[in-house]
């Protein structure tokens, strides 16, 4: 069951000779619960081509479908909404609030839906995590890969349909790094969910499912992994 479709995608910042093609005419589908890897050089839209998926940017051309749905037929209230229960979104940086705790960080999805908080799915998380105990840490008294897995579980906290990840591994060691990527493959299988993950880490990609190459805004290769 396909989960994902992009069709004819396109992004274009600026006018002449500032006129810059982040994304070219980029179309590909996700099957429900598939693990994707997209690689490619620096600047060549991989980026640009999450934050659309991801409800975060708008695109210049072109559609994305999610579970057959038009992301951006919707208006900003709608779209809003999408992004806080369709999507998990794991960034290098964190992006955690530094007067939350980890509890806070791991739930404000929730909160900002304006929805109960499922304890079961909290504990479990925090569980999986190897966060317990730790549920009253701000982000300042966490490790860098403990920070890292407070992202995580603020991304899988509202049980999203996809998880994207934009080098969730990059400002971590190897030993760090491979533990997020188990996480975050063990996501994939315990809850079936749609994992797309940006990274430079050879590693990492060889693991995924599927690589899809980008280089200046297209798609150079689309490869599924055989084991």
Same mark, same amino acid.
């Not at 598939?34 to 640009?48: E, L, R």
């Not at 929730?110 to 479990?124: H, S, Y």
């Not at 599927?210 to 290769?221: H, K, L, N, P, V």
């Given at each position: 069951?396909?989960?994902?479709?992009?069709?004819?995608?396109?992004?274009?910042?600026?006018?002449?000779?500032?006129?810059?093609?982040?994304?070219?005419? @980029?179309?590909?589908? +996700?099957?429900?619960?598939?693990?994707?890897?997209?690689?490619?050089?620096?600047?060549?839209?991989?980026?640009?081509?999450?934050?659309?998926?991801?409800?975060?940017? +708008?695109?210049?051309?072109?559609? @994305?479908?999610?579970?057959?749905? =038009?992301?951006?037929?919707?208006?900003?209230? $709608?779209?809003?909404?999408?992004?806080?229960?369709?999507?998990?979104?794991?960034?290098?940086?964190?992006?955690?609030?530094?007067?939350?705790?980890?509890?806070? $960080?791991?739930?404000?999805? @929730?909160?900002?839906?304006?929805?109960?908080?499922?304890?079961?799915?909290? =504990?479990?998380?925090? =569980?999986?995590?190897?966060?317990?105990?730790?549920?009253?840490?701000?982000?300042?008294?966490?490790?860098?890969?403990?920070?890292?897995?407070?992202?995580?579980?603020?991304?899988?906290?509202?049980?999203?349909?996809?998880?994207?990840? =934009?080098?969730?591994?990059? $400002?971590?060691?190897?030993? $760090?790094?491979?533990?997020?990527?188990?996480?975050?493959?063990?996501?994939?299988?315990?809850?079936?969910?749609?994992?797309?993950?940006?990274?430079?880490?050879?590693?990492?990609?060889?693991?995924?499912?599927?690589?899809?190459?980008?280089?200046?805004?297209?798609?150079?290769?689309?490869?599924?992994?055989?084991?």
């Amino acid at each position: 069951m396909e989960i994902l479709r992009v069709e004819n995608l396109s992004k274009i910042y600026g006018k002449g000779d500032n006129r810059v093609v982040a994304l070219d005419n @980029v179309s590909f589908g +996700v099957e429900k619960g598939q693990f994707v890897a997209i690689i490619g050089p620096s600047g060549s839209g991989k980026s640009t081509l999450l934050h659309i998926l991801g409800g975060v940017d +708008v695109p210049t051309d072109g559609k @994305v479908y999610m579970d057959g749905q =038009d992301v951006y037929a919707q208006n900003e209230e $709608n779209l809003a909404v999408f992004r806080r229960r369709q999507v998990g979104l794991i960034y290098q940086f964190y992006n955690l609030i530094p007067v939350l705790d980890v509890k806070e $960080n791991i739930t404000l999805p @929730v909160l900002l839906d304006g929805r109960k908080v499922n304890k079961e799915r909290l =504990d479990e998380l925090l =569980d999986i995590l190897k966060l317990k105990g730790r549920e009253k840490h701000l982000p300042n008294q966490l490790s860098g890969g403990q920070q890292q897995r407070v992202s995580i579980g603020r991304a899988l906290m509202n049980a999203p349909a996809v998880v994207l990840a =934009d080098e969730p591994t990059g $400002n971590l060691d190897s030993k $760090n790094s491979q533990e997020i990527v188990e996480l975050l493959k063990l996501s994939n299988k315990k809850y079936n969910q749609t994992l797309i993950v940006i990274t430079h880490d050879e590693n990492i990609a060889l693991q995924a499912d599927r690589i899809i190459a980008i280089e200046d805004g297209r798609i150079t290769r689309d490869e599924v992994i055989m084991r």
